[in-house]
């Protein structure tokens, strides 16, 4: 896997470079003024390291269709951007009310809760704007597709959706608990390979496989999420762990077991592999992202 990891970390980098210039304090076009706390807010909760694995699933279902680098590029920020976006506000104290992010002090520690709330904000949107850019395609079609994709990937039945179902603790089956990490985590990664094939220009058949790895993924991360909040401490993880034990939530491990959740984080990597059949080798890094995905340490 340590080709994979440098490539993980090689995309991380350019991603962050990219990020670097969209989040710089000199306004966008049309935009009047950058607050320059807000701005700082938003990079702090944007650069807290993390492996931008999201955004390396846009640029390497991309690259199976030839797609432009740049464009590519641009689509994994705007997913980055929305995924940082959740992490401010999933911390606040309203929601997990949580002190550390990737080892460093949340953004509503780092700052204040209202500041926090704003580069959550702030990120959110600026995601839109992104895919709205000419920069990102110039086919409106694949625009308007893009944005549309990843408004349903976060909105109510997606990521704001499975927040709610997560805060209402109201799961006690299995299959609520499945349904909440699909909206929650799933939708996200799901978009992150719509995504790429989006800008690409898979046909029908083509996105439908994407798509079905990116599912198949997202459950997987998910389940392999689960068994590091039991088995890794606070330091291996770089946040709190055990918190969802700590508040009575019903998950699948206190449902099922460690053992049934780890088959199960190995039967969803196989088939998102298996999805992924009609690229051949092409679809060799996506592969290895599925194996990491389930056997990562953090």
């Known amino acids: 896997m340590a080709d994979f990891e440098q490539a993980l970390k ?6 962050t470079r990219e ?8 306004p966008l076009n049309g935009e009047i003024a950058r607050p320059k ?17 999201r955004p390396f699933l846009v640029i390497e279902t991309a690259r199976l269709f030839d797609a432009d680098p740049l464009q590519a590029l641009r689509a994994a920020c705007a997913v980055e951007c929305v995924h940082c976006y959740s992490l401010i506000h999933d911390d606040l104290p309203a929601m997990d009310d949580d002190d550390l992010r990737r080892g460093q002090p949340t953004v509503h520690r780092a700052f204040d809760e209202a500041t926090a709330i704003l580069a959550g904000d702030g990120l959110l949107t600026l995601a839109f704007d992104i895919l709205a850019d000419e920069a990102t395609h110039g086919d409106p079609g694949v625009r308007l597709r893009l944005i549309s994709g990843l408004a349903r990937a976060a909105g109510a ?37 719509q995504a790429g094939a989006i800008v690409g220009g898979a046909d029908a ?9 990116g ?63 009609m690229f051949g080798e092409s679809a060799a890094t996506l592969e290895r992202a599925a194996r ?3 056997e990562r340490q953090r």
């Not at 799961?171 to 699909?182: G, I, K, S, W």
């Not at 083509?206 to 079905?212: Q, R």
């Open 10 to 15: 090689q995309c991380a980098e350019a991603v």
């Open 292 to 294: 990491f995905i389930v």
């Open 157 to 193: 039945g997606g990521m704001a959706g499975g927040q709610m179902l997560d805060i209402q603790a109201e799961a006690d089956r299995a299959e609520d608990v499945r349904q909440l990490h699909e909206m929650k985590t799933g939708a996200l990664i799901a978009f992150s390979c």
């Open 215 to 277: 599912r198949h993924v997202g459950a997987a991360f998910q389940l392999a999420d689960d068994l590091l909040d039991v088995t890794a401490s606070s330091v291996q993880m770089g946040k709190r762990t055990g918190k969802d034990a700590e508040q009575g939530k019903a998950t699948l491990i206190s449902l099922v077991g460690v053992e049934k959740v780890g088959a199960m984080a190995h039967e969803r990597m196989a088939e998102a592999i298996s999805s992924l059949a």
């Open 19 to 26: 990020l670097d210039l969209l989040l710089s304090a000199q």
């Open 37 to 53: 706390r807000l701005i700082e807010a938003m990079r702090h909760g944007t650069f807290a390291g993390g492996k931008r694995l």
């Open 205 to 213: 058949t083509a996105l439908e496989a994407v798509t079905a790895f």
